[in-house]
Structures are given as structure tokens and as C-alpha cells.
């Protein structure tokens, strides 16, 4: 099982990126998946997260109205658009696929650093 997570760089402040995080290995029917982030010093932070079906989505109030994710099931990908970006954006960004209940999972990427300069 793996989360490929991918699009990180380095940006300039008001910038837009677009990462992706791609699932493989098994099957993810019915999972959540979200994004987190973590910066340098600090502990890792929930940034956004989608529900299956896509009804059901949240975000940070940090990153609310700048951030879009959005998941394509057909390609078992998730994505997490960032605009407006800030310095504070600066972190490494990983993904987590996660299912409750029966044949529950919980899997995290191994992250993509997103750099914000000034």
C-alpha cells in the first residue's frame, strides 16, 4: 500500500500550487482522505479532508477559502489546491487515507515540501 504524494516547490507569497496524492495497493472504497501539514518547529496541523463520495468536506480555518481539495476515485487521487499562498504555508504537506468500522485502514504519505518565499 502506498500514498504518493507530489506537486510541492518552491512558490512565491500569492502563488498557487496544486498537489496531488495518488493511492495504490488496495482498494480505498469508502475512505476519508486528507491533508496535513507540517512546518519546521511545529506539530503536525489538519489542513483539509473529503469524504468518499466528495459530500462531505472541511478545512482549517487557516487555509478556508484559499485551499480546495477535491479526489477523483476513478484514479484513486486526492488533490489540494492552494492559492493566495502565504509564508506560514510553508510545511511539508502528506496525505492520509483513512477508513473506520469494517476493514478499516489508516495510511500516510510520505509527505511533499511546499516552500513559500517572501
Not at 86 to 115: H, I, M, N
Given at each position: 500500500v502506498q500514498l504518493q504524494a507530489s506537486g510541492g516547490g518552491l512558490v512565491q507569497v500569492g502563488g498557487s500550487v496544486r498537489l496531488s496524492c495518488a493511492a495504490s495497493g488496495r482498494t480505498f472504497s469508502g475512505s476519508v482522505m486528507n491533508w496535513f501539514r507540517q512546518a519546521p518547529g511545529k506539530e503536525r496541523e489538519f489542513v483539509a479532508m473529503i469524504s468518499w463520495s466528495g459530500d462531505i468536506i472541511d478545512y482549517a480555518d487557516s487555509v478556508k477559502d484559499r485551499f480546495t481539495i477535491?479526489?477523483?476515485?476513478?484514479?484513486?487521487?486526492?488533490?489540494?489546491?492552494?492559492?493566495?499562498?502565504?509564508?506560514?504555508?510553508?510545511?511539508?504537506?502528506?496525505?492520509?487515507?483513512?477508513?473506520?468500522?469494517?476493514?478499516?485502514?489508516?495510511?500516510?504519505?510520505?509527505?511533499?515540501?511546499?516552500?513559500?518565499?517572501?
Open positions: 477535491s479526489r477523483d476515485n476513478a484514479k484513486n487521487t486526492v488533490y489540494l489546491q492552494m492559492n493566495s499562498l502565504k509564508p506560514e504555508d510553508t510545511a511539508v504537506y502528506y496525505c492520509r487515507a483513512r477508513k473506520s468500522g469494517r476493514s478499516s485502514f489508516d495510511y500516510w504519505g510520505q509527505g511533499t515540501l511546499v516552500t513559500v518565499s517572501s
